[in-house]
C-alpha cells in the first residue's frame, strides 16, 4: 500500500521543517507530482499516490530539503499572468520585481519602443508586451542560455512583439533608441553573506552580483540609458533594499528628473523611476 495525500504532505512538512515555507513548498512539490490542483490535495486526501509518484516526490522532497529553489525542482514559476519556465541559467523571477511591470505599464503608450535589460526568463518583458501588444520590445541578456529561455517562454505564451538579443545592457543600440528603459540588474555586493544562504545559492551570480558596493551595474545602465532613452523617456531600475538613496542620486547626476523611489510589498525601497530631461 502506498502512502496517501495526507499522508505523503505529513512526511514532506516534516522533512521541511527547516524551511521558510513548508506547506507551500509541499503543496506545490505535491500538485507537480500528481498533476493537480491544489484543491484535490484538500477534497481527496484519501487518495493513495502510486509507486512512481511516491518514489518522485520523495525524491523532490530530499532535493528541497538540501536547499534547491522549488521553481528549478518544477522548472516553472508564475509571475504576474504568466506561468515561466525557469532554470538555473537565470535568476528566479520574485513577485516584488512585479512592481516594476506595475510602474512600467503606466507610462507605456502605443506605438512606443521600450527595452528590458537583463531580461532572464523574460519575466519582466513577457508580462508587459502581454499587456501591451501594440508596443514594440527590445530584451537583452548577456547570456545566450537567458536569452534561449526568454525566447522559448516567449513562444510558449504566443507573445510576438519582443526581440530578443544576446548583449551587454544597451551596447550596440543607436542614441535615443527607446522611450522607456526598465530593468531588473545584479545588485548584491560581492561579499554579501546572504549569497550563501536559501535560494540564491543555486542561481547564477552573474545575475545577483555587482562590484563592491553592488552598484556597478546600476551605474552603467543609468549612464548608457541617458543617451539611449528620448528626451523624456523613463528609466526604471529594480535595486537593493538599502540602495535607493545612492541610485537616485545617480539618476540626478544622469541628467534625470521627476526621480520617484518605490518600496516593494514587504514595504522595503525597491525600485527606482526617472525621466529624462527634456
Known amino acids: 500500500m502506498q502512502p496517501s495525500i495526507s499522508e505523503a504532505s505529513a512526511y514532506g ?8 515555507s513548508p506547506d507551500v513548498d509541499v503543496q506545490v512539490l505535491l500538485c507537480y507530482v500528481l498533476e493537480c490542483s491544489p484543491v484535490k ?18 525524491e523532490l522532497i530530499e532535493r528541497r530539503e538540501q536547499g534547491e529553489p522549488v521553481a528549478h525542482l518544477t522548472g516553472s514559476r508564475g509571475f504576474w499572468s504568466l506561468d515561466l519556465a525557469v532554470d538555473a541559467s537565470t535568476l528566479i523571477p520574485r513577485p516584488d520585481t512585479e512592481l516594476l511591470v506595475s510602474l512600467a505599464l503606466s507610462k507605456l503608450e502605443p506605438g512606443m519602443w521600450a527595452a528590458d535589460l537583463g ?8 508580462s508587459l508586451a502581454a499587456e501591451k501588444p501594440d508596443v514594440h520590445f527590445v530584451a537583452t541578456d548577456l547570456q545566450q542560455a537567458a536569452v534561449r529561455l526568454a525566447q522559448n517562454n516567449a513562444r510558449q505564451h504566443q507573445i510576438e512583439n519582443v526581440q530578443f538579443l544576446q548583449g551587454a545592457w544597451l551596447s550596440g543600440f543607436r542614441p535615443q533608441a527607446f522611450d522607456l528603459i526598465v530593468s531588473n540588474p545584479p545588485y548584491i555586493e560581492a561579499h554579501d553573506p546572504h549569497l550563501t544562504q536559501g535560494d540564491v545559492r543555486f542561481e547564477p551570480r552573474s545575475a545577483l552580483v555587482s562590484g563592491a558596493d553592488g552598484l556597478m551595474d546600476i551605474r552603467q545602465i543609468v549612464t548608457q540609458a541617458s543617451r539611449h532613452l528620448k528626451p523624456g523617456g523613463w528609466l526604471l531600475v529594480e535595486h537593493g533594499y538599502d540602495q535607493s538613496q545612492r541610485v537616485q542620486q545617480l539618476f540626478h547626476e544622469a541628467g534625470f528628473d521627476a526621480i520617484t523611489a518605490h518600496q516593494d510589498f514587504g514595504a522595503q525601497d525597491r525600485a ?3 525621466q529624462l530631461s527634456v
Open 13 to 20: 512538512r516534516a522533512r521541511l521543517s527547516e524551511s521558510s
Open 41 to 58: 490535495l484538500m477534497t481527496a486526501p484519501e487518495a493513495e499516490l502510486t509507486a512512481a509518484q511516491w518514489q518522485r516526490f520523495a
Open 119 to 126: 531580461t532572464g526568463s523574460g519575466a519582466i518583458v513577457l
Open 272 to 274: 527606482v523611476m526617472g
